[in-house]
């Protein structure tokens, strides 16, 4: 997986798309050069309205995610992507997406992180 | 509410039950016999072919899905036997189906609750052929899932948040992993103790092949099943089941096929870890003229009963024990068998993954 390009140096808008029926809960962090990781945002995404936010990047900003996906069906199939945006435009590998099947228990966390270049 | 007295005799039969389950390895299936079940099987084509692997591939991309199919094919171009691959056509379709979705729209709950299956297992009596099954599963209503309620899933996410770590790319820890399965054990026993027994639907269907010598050149048919099965709540102390299931089957002792109907209702009383039940199907054989003056089979005997008791074990594991008579069609079979064995879930029917 490659890195997402930034167009310039500035507002990076992202957006957790959920395309199947799980319960998800969130958690999201952004580093700048040399400073420590901040956690931008805490959710859930079972209400159905598509989460969004935004951050500041340049390059070598880093940016974090990780999701707890949970389903009563074993090995169930989920889907979802965050999608990062400059000026209303995807970034170039700025889809993230994340699609597989929960555990035996109904469970699967997937946390990645990303550096931004410019 | 089973009173202390009734308690210690059940436990006491329960005990006994799950004794000689553990002294029988083939106990399940004993139960199996007698039992009608009132459920689509979990993967119709490992049922019909009556395999039972020990991994069952569950693909989520084509890309998977094509290398578990390449690599149940040797190198001499032969069929192996073992293979089990389970899909979710969910997972290859470019559809959205959004907890919204799921709760409103029924061809989208139909469409993320539809299964395929595959799988193959070395033919009885040959050493050379592979029988090859194939099937589906759609559930079509099922009151019962938790993932179709609003504030379940509001819940659930409330429990999974137990999990999030401090910092990027952290495990969980295990006081974290041990909290949230206190939380979702307890969030999923009080939903199933609220919704055991309520309303739900399912279709399946199953076909399998002969593979002689493992070719599939070489195949031959083995028939097809196409089940439907249901269940209704009577108030919030049991549950009526039905059963009608359609069978062309080939039967490993016979040269020809038996095609059979099979119509069934089960009736539940308890709750959420303790059944009684009582089953009754018809089961007659619908080409008697393929087996006159053949002594081997019983083209009259269409009726089955069971009666019993099914306690929850552990979670997801009943054990049941019972009376019952099967209308068992090849001649020489036991009649009336007591019973014991294990099954998934009521009915054998696991609703929820715990």
Redesign the interface.
Known sequence: MNDPILLEEGTVSWDI?????????Y?L?VRQPEKD?EIVK?G?????VVDQGSHFATKGTEF?Y?F??????????Y?LAVVLRQNGNVLVNGVLPE???VD????A?K?K?ISYKL | MITPPFSIVLSGMLIMAYTTLNAQNNAADVSEEIATKFAAPANPALEFISASPSDIS?P??IKQLAAGLISGIDGDGKVKRGLAI?V?P??YLQ????????RTNILKYMV?NTQISMGTVATSGDSKSTDLGWGGRVTILDKS????D?EF??D??????I???A???DA?TAAQLAAYKVA?DAL?DKWLKEHWNAEWITIAYAGGSRLGESEISKRGNLGHQILIAGGIPIKEWGQMSFLAKWTNQQNSGLSQKLEELKIGQRFLVGGKSFNLFEEISFNPLLNKKDFEGNNLVDTKKAFSWTVGIEFKVTDGVWAVTGLGENANRIVGAKGIQVTSGLRMGISDK????Q
């Open positions: 798309v959920l395309s199947s029926p799980n319960a998800v809960s958690r962090w990781w805490d859930g995404l079972s209400d159905d974090a990780w707890g996906i949970g389903s009563t069906k074993p090995n169930s199939p889907k699609m597989g099947n035996n228990s109904g469970l966390i946390q992180s | 569950r989520s991309n389970e979710a969910f997972s559809i959205k189906i959004t907890t919204v979705d799921y993320y899932d938790p993932m179709a609003e899933i509001s659930f996410e409330d429990t999974l948040a999990l999030k770590p910092n990027p790319g969980p979702i999923k696991s609703r929820l993954s």
